[in-house]
């Protein structure tokens, strides 16, 4: 937690971010999933790769807490692509009926695809 907690300091450095990345993607400890994934957050809209992770952490976490705050940090880039399929996804048949709801409210506000 720690480590993860001095990472998040310097998220500006590329190896910084893809050891945030890792600790979200595969640190048992829910805490320093979402430590990690606050210190992620300002780079969802730049950085396609902590975006990925981000979605990931969105779909297979198994922490709702976690999936939650993945859901509201992909609200500025939720017209992306592969934001929009996960939100999709997430909507006709998540077991989470608030994350069920939230992307069903994500979609309802997104302008319709030709």
């Known amino acids: 937690m720690d480590s ?3 990472l998040t300091q ?4 590329t190896h910084v971010r893809e050891a945030l ?3 979200l993607r595969y640190d048992s400890n829910t805490g320093v999933r979402l430590k990690a994934l ?3 957050g300002p780079y969802v809209k730049g950085d396609v790769q902590v975006r990925d992770a981000v979605l990931e952490s969105l ?3 198994a922490n709702p807490g976690i999936r939650v705050e993945a859901l509201r940090l992909l ?3 939720r017209c992306d692509s592969s934001v929009r399929i996960v939100l999709q996804r997430l909507a006709a048949k998540d077991e989470n009926r608030y994350i069920r709801s939230q992307a069903r409210t994500l979609l309802s506000q997104l302008p319709e695809i030709d």
Not at 10 to 13: I, V
Request: aromatic fraction near 6%; glycine fraction near 6%; proline fraction near 11%.
């Open 4 to 6: 993860v907690d001095l």
């Open 10 to 13: 310097q998220p500006n450095d």
């Open 21 to 23: 990345i890792y600790a």
């Open 38 to 40: 606050d210190g992620l």
């Open 59 to 61: 779909m297979s976490d």
């Open 75 to 77: 609200e500025p880039v």
